[in-house]
């Protein structure tokens, strides 16, 4: 049972190798084992790069079988147009298209593969450049934010420089008041005479001035960092929307990239592997030498292209007969005098019917 599903694999014709012996049998049936083999990696391929795009089970195997099926049908269409002949050349010329074909099925076939069996290579790759666009992806919305905070603090820093400017001018004025009460400057008389007045009414107009300021000052600089405080948590709303897109930077064109970021030789392996798998039922019919069911199935062949050339030139010799007996059958009747005068009455008829038409036509107009 296995057998003959192989034999039908392998898309050859069953009828004429029953009539041939086993080792031609197994021969095909190996050829064929080899087509389904390579359907059913194509469709783990297939499903494997599927789930990386559509994350489901059922899509990725559906949509799967529909490629290893496709690729099923190709293996066997290729397998099954190359004939065998007598001169090796028109065989490999014949097969070269084919070869091509097999070459880029491979290419399609190894690629998720590959993803698959380098996955944790892949992914620490992909790790690395999700961190490094984290990176870049902060810079960037800094830019966005950072002139603003630093303006903003430039601003708070100019109204704490005006308070503290302002508080060293009171303090200076505190100290030359206290000075002229102790008599150590000033005026240098000890006791709180009308000049030690007159400085503390000074330093007293300051000190207003600086609390005043400094509530003034305070106030602005509250609403300043309220306004900073925003603008840090738009900044990092913006990162945490913009993170989930590089969290999801592992779809299948990534994971491509990821994987010529890799030392080359194992894919170029496993490649190798799956080339030799797809061109092995061309190399091995190519390389078979021609057997009972390749001379079998050109008796076959030819006896139909035999059969269909005598027919068409039967058809030709028929048809060409056929004229010449026609050219003679209406010579002859042309030269009969009863047909010459039925033709010339029915036409004196149709003249007369002619000019009697044109008579009743111009006679309606006139």
Avoid at 117 to 142: G, R
Wanted: charged fraction near 25%; aromatic fraction near 10%; charge should be neutral.
């Amino acid at each position: 049972m296995l057998k003959h599903f192989f034999i039908l694999c392998s898309g050859s014709d069953k009828d004429i190798l029953d009539t041939c012996s086993n080792g031609e049998q197994n021969k095909y049936a190996g050829i064929g084992a080899t087509v389904f083999f390579t359907a059913v990696m194509a469709f783990i391929a297939a499903s494997y790069a599927l789930y990386t795009v559509f994350d489901n089970y059922f899509i990725a195997m559906a949509f799967g079988a529909i490629w290893g099926l496709l690729i099923f049908n190709l293996d066997r269409f290729i397998v099954s147009t190359i004939k065998k002949s007598d001169n090796k050349m028109n065989e490999l010329l014949q097969a070269t298209p084919r070869i091509i074909l097999a070459v880029i099925i491979a290419v399609v076939i190894s690629k998720p593969l590959e993803l698959k069996i380098f996955e944790k290579e892949i992914n620490q790759v992909l790790l690395t450049e999700k961190n490094q666009m984290t990176l870049e992806n902060q810079e960037e919305i800094a830019k966005q934010f950072t002139p603003n905070i630093t303006n903003l603090e430039t601003d708070i820093l100019a109204l704490q420089n005006q308070s503290a400017t302002k508080e060293a001018e009171v303090n200076a004025l505190y100290d030359t008041y206290i000075q002229e009460a102790e008599g150590t400057a000033g005026t240098k008389l000890l006791g709180k005479g009308p000049v030690y007045q007159e400085k503390r009414d000074k330093h007293d107009k300051g000190l207003a001035e600086l609390q005043a300021m400094k509530e003034a000052n305070n106030a602005k600089i509250t609403t300043i960092e309220n306004q900073i405080a925003d603008l840090q948590n738009n900044q990092k709303a913006q990162i945490q929307n913009t993170q989930p897109i590089i969290n999801g930077f592992d779809g299948l064109m990534a994971r491509v990239n990821a994987l010529q970021k890799l030392p080359w030789l194992p894919s170029f392996f496993i490649f190798l592997l799956f080339l030799a798998i797809e061109t092995s039922p061309i190399i091995a019919k190519l390389l078979s030498p021609k057997g009972s069911y390749d001379y079998k199935l050109e008796d076959a062949e030819s006896t139909v292209i035999t059969w269909a050339k005598q027919k068409m030139n039967e058809r030709k010799e028929i048809l060409k007969t056929d004229m010449v007996l026609n050219n003679k059958i209406y010579k002859d009747i042309s030269e009969e005098d009863e047909l010459y005068n039925y033709k010339r009455k029915k036409a004196r008829e149709l003249m007369q019917l002619q000019a009697d038409a044109f008579f009743q036509h111009q006679k309606k107009t006139l």
